[in-house]
């Protein structure tokens, strides 16, 4: 049971480069996130998707395109990075257990934008 | 939007000791859940709670939806308890900025 898996886990891009963050999981969830996490911050949601074909913007989306063509995959498309994108993305999905509404996160991946 | 508040941001422990983190929150939610992010990164759910009290080994929860707090508490405490606790509310998670914990051998 691999539950959620990002690539790539570190990153180092040049500005205005372009980059794909690949997100997948395996439990059949329909709704997906991504966030990005900056120091001593809490997580800040950029967009999420509530099933396949379905996406919105979350608290901080300019930047970040998402698209969800199959119900395991969300990837995360930065357009031309900056160098304030330098962050860890974290990608999470989620679904109703006995236990409620719970959350799996992927391991993160440590963007670096110079 | 709704805010969230923890309290407190820092706390040094020595190992077998209790403590308790809260989280404000600025209206009422459907949901609440407790992080924990371990040293290296990785973010364990803890606990769904919107409401009630649970309890999980040493760790247990309590949220009274009514004043909008919710409390996390942790008892014995290990070393392998320290990193930063969240709490996030409604379906689109908003996260508090934490609780950094280090529970000291």
């Known amino acids: 049971n691999a539950g959620v898996t990002q690539t790539p886990k570190f990153q180092v891009l040049k500005t205005g480069q372009s980059m794909t963050l690949q997100c997948a999981q395996d439990m059949n969830h329909e709704y997906m996130s991504w966030y990005r996490q900056d120091p001593g911050m809490g997580l800040r949601l950029i967009h999420y998707s509530v099933g396949a074909g379905i996406t919105d913007q979350g608290e901080v989306p300019n930047g970040y395109n998402v698209s969800r063509s199959t119900t395991e995959d969300f990837p995360l498309r930065l357009l031309s990075a900056a160098p304030s994108q330098t962050s860890v993305y974290f990608c999470?999905?989620?679904?109703?257990?006995?236990?409620?509404?719970?959350?799996?996160f992927g391991e993160g991946s440590w963007l670096t934008v110079v | 939007g709704i805010q969230v508040e923890q309290s407190p941001p820092d706390l040094i422990l020595q190992e077998g000791a209790n403590s308790t983190l809260r989280c404000n929150f600025s209206d009422s939610v459907n949901n609440l859940q407790w992080f924990h992010q371990n040293p290296w990164g990785q973010l364990i759910n803890l606990f769904y709670?919107?409401?009630g009290t649970k309890q999980n080994g040493r760790l247990s929860a309590t949220t009274v939806a009514t004043e909008r707090y919710s409390l996390l508490y942790i008892s014995s405490s290990q070393t392998t308890d320290s990193g930063v606790y969240f709490c996030a509310v409604e379906a689109r998670l908003t996260f508090g900025e934490g609780t950094q914990l280090t529970v000291n051998p």
């Open positions: 999470a999905s989620s679904g109703k257990t006995a236990s409620g509404n719970t959350i799996y």
């Open positions: 709670i919107p409401s």
